[in-house]
């Protein structure tokens, strides 16, 4: 299948890019469509954490604001896994050691690999790279960030099972952390017998 970029421009630049590209495309039956004007969310790949302690069997999530969830009948507070932007020569796990500790006051002690995915591929480039990571709980908690990056966390410790629950009943409602708890639910046991 084929593809081509026949137009790219920079929309705006801030935070993130966005970028309005005009785009051809192979058609499964055969042949070029035509050309298509499509925007572009440039955010940069970015890792993503669940700390877990096989030992109380418990999850560290984090909570904080999110500009995406501005409009949520809910809230914009969101308990999520904790994640960060890949930089320029970091590796994915790297980045998820380095904001355990940002976030959460958190030692990442070994890491399990969930998946690399893209998370909204209909209009972002992120790709997501999730992991467990296996973690002490005891003591966990308090208000945790960089408050140059604006950032203001409050870390949770909470039973898995309980964890579980919050994503069955739609009380957990972003895709990383349903992810990766999901996995953790599947994996469990195995993760508890080998980190024990």
Same mark, same amino acid.
């Given at each position: 299948m084929?593809w081509?970029?026949l137009?790219e @421009?920079?929309?705006y630049? /801030?935070?993130?890019r966005?970028?309005?590209y !005009?785009? &051809?495309?192979?058609?499964? @039956?055969?042949?070029?469509g035509?050309?298509?004007? &499509?925007?572009?969310?440039? !955010?940069?790949n970015?890792?993503?954490?669940? %700390?877990?302690? %096989?030992? &109380?069997?418990?999850?560290v999530?984090?909570? #904080?604001?999110?500009? /995406?969830?501005?409009h949520s +009948?809910? =809230?914009?507070?969101?308990? *999520?896994?904790?994640? /960060?932007?890949i930089?320029?020569?970091?590796t %994915?796990?790297a980045?998820?050691r380095?904001?355990?500790? *940002?976030?959460?006051?958190?030692?990442? !002690? *070994?890491?399990? +690999?969930?998946?690399t995915y893209?998370? =909204?591929?209909?209009?972002?480039?992120e790709?997501?790279?999730?992991?467990v990571? !296996?973690?002490?709980?005891?003591?966990? /908690?308090?208000?945790?960030?960089?408050? *140059?990056?604006?950032?203001?966390?409050?870390?949770h410790?909470?039973p898995?099972e309980d964890?579980?629950?919050?994503?069955a009943?739609?009380?957990?409602?972003?895709a990383?952390?349903?992810?990766?708890? #999901?996995w953790?639910?599947?994996n469990r046991? &195995?993760?508890r017998a080998?980190? =024990?």
């Amino acid at each position: 299948m084929k593809w081509e970029i026949l137009d790219e @421009q920079l929309l705006y630049e /801030g935070f993130y890019r966005l970028v309005r590209y !005009r785009v &051809r495309h192979a058609l499964f @039956q055969g042949g070029m469509g035509p050309p298509l004007s &499509r925007e572009l969310l440039l !955010r940069g790949n970015a890792a993503g954490v669940l %700390p877990y302690d %096989p030992q &109380r069997d418990e999850v560290v999530l984090v909570e #904080q604001f999110r500009i /995406g969830a501005i409009h949520s +009948t809910r =809230s914009p507070w969101l308990f *999520e896994i904790i994640a /960060g932007l890949i930089e320029e020569g970091e590796t %994915p796990e790297a980045v998820v050691r380095r904001e355990a500790v *940002e976030e959460a006051d958190c030692e990442i !002690r *070994e890491l399990a +690999t969930v998946s690399t995915y893209f998370s =909204s591929p209909g209009g972002s480039d992120e790709r997501v790279s999730l992991f467990v990571g !296996r973690v002490d709980s005891e003591g966990l /908690g308090g208000i945790h960030g960089l408050a *140059e990056e604006g950032e203001n966390i409050r870390v949770h410790v909470l039973p898995a099972e309980d964890a579980f629950d919050q994503v069955a009943n739609g009380l957990i409602d972003n895709a990383m952390t349903i992810i990766a708890l #999901q996995w953790l639910q599947i994996n469990r046991e &195995r993760l508890r017998a080998e980190w =024990s």
